[in-house]
């Protein structure tokens, strides 16, 4: 069996493959490290997927990754501006993957695998924070997400930088006690809280490795009503409903029925208290749009983008998403 669509989720911290046929089967998937050109460059980026498309091709049984498909649909995180994507579309296609390849942000494979709905925001919370919406009438809505410098305030590694930073102010005298002093510290195996920050000051403890805390701050504002930690977890709460908000309005979905996805790492967990304040402050300001936080892989997402391409019909659609869940 020849694949149909060569499916692409790249994210921050992993990178999806799957190869899938006209009949919705995946006939291979790989996972790889992360491939966001924001980290790696536009030419790193793409030589990083074609090495994983190379080996999803081997497993599948194919000579080579060349020609393999009518369809090659890449989503990665990073390809957020259209130079950013003209780009990334240049460097991916020189590999020669499809005879179509299509490029765009991981956002929207997040959304197309959380609903079938033409109405609909996505908001994914992982890493980082970012968000999209579509419209019925073909209209979509899109955000920068270039990190604070394009107002964005959100995801595992924010949540990880604040804990440090509430931490040590705790630990100085500036600020409220918090559990996350000691957490921390036990969580790095480390001797104080000042040798953790001493570690990441000097590099021996990589920066990108707070977005670990991530859980722990869940945890300490849900389980422990920490107050510095729950305060972290209601500003995240609030960014994720203005940024579901916003895409609906700008759409004007306010006020008509809509679906707000949520996924990513920070939302799939599924924190009671985070969960809660999304829930509500979305219901006093967008009272009509329903909540749901998809479990899927954005890679199925991708391969139902390329299989939309290719004019799928909803059994093949139900194949796909039976298949790759298995």
């Not at 046929?21 to 966001?36: C, E, I, K």
């Not at 930073?165 to 996350?180: H, I, M, N």
């Not at 403890?205 to 510095?228: F, Y």
Request: proline share 5%.
């Amino acid at each position: 069996m020849r694949p149909a669509v060569v499916a692409v989720d790249g994210g921050n911290s992993k990178t999806d493959v799957a190869l899938v046929d006209a009949d919705g089967r995946a006939l291979s998937r790989v996972r790889g490290p992360g491939s966001s050109p924001h980290t790696l460059g536009v030419e790193r980026a793409a030589a990083l997927l074609d090495g994983l498309v190379a080996k999803a091709a081997a497993q599948a049984g194919l000579p080579s990754a060349r020609a393999i498909a009518a369809v090659a649909s890449v989503y990665l995180a990073g390809a957020d501006l259209p130079s950013e994507i003209r780009m990334l579309h240049e460097a991916i296609g020189a590999h020669g993957w499809a005879q179509e390849l299509v490029v765009d942000n991981d956002t929207l494979a997040l959304l197309r695998a959380g609903t079938d709905e033409p109405n609909a925001v996505a908001v994914v919370c992982g890493a980082g924070i970012n968000c999209l919406g579509v419209r019925a009438d073909g209209r979509q809505t899109r955000f920068p997400s270039l990190g604070h410098i394009s107002g964005d305030w959100g995801g595992g590694l924010q949540l990880g930088d604040e804990a440090l930073f509430a931490a040590a102010r705790a630990a100085d005298g500036r600020g409220a006690p918090t559990v996350l002093q000691r957490r921390i510290v036990e969580y790095f195996g480390a001797g104080s809280l000042d040798e953790v920050i001493q570690d990441v000051h000097f590099g021996r403890l990589p920066r990108s490795r707070l977005l670990e805390l991530a859980p722990l701050v869940l945890r300490a504002a849900s389980e422990e009503r920490d107050a510095p930690a729950t305060a972290i977890v209601m500003r995240q709460a609030e960014e994720v409903v203005l940024f579901a908000v916003t895409a609906l309005g700008r759409l004007q979905l306010l006020e008509e029925p809509a679906v707000v996805v949520l996924g990513g790492g920070v939302l799939t967990s599924r924190d009671p208290l985070l969960h809660e304040q999304i829930r509500t402050g979305l219901a006093q300001r967008a009272p009509l749009a329903t909540v749901t936080v998809t479990e899927s892989a954005p890679v199925l997402g991708a391969a139902l983008l390329g299989l939309d391409r290719l004019g799928t019909t909803h059994e093949v659609e139900q194949v796909l998403r039976r298949s790759l869940r298995e």
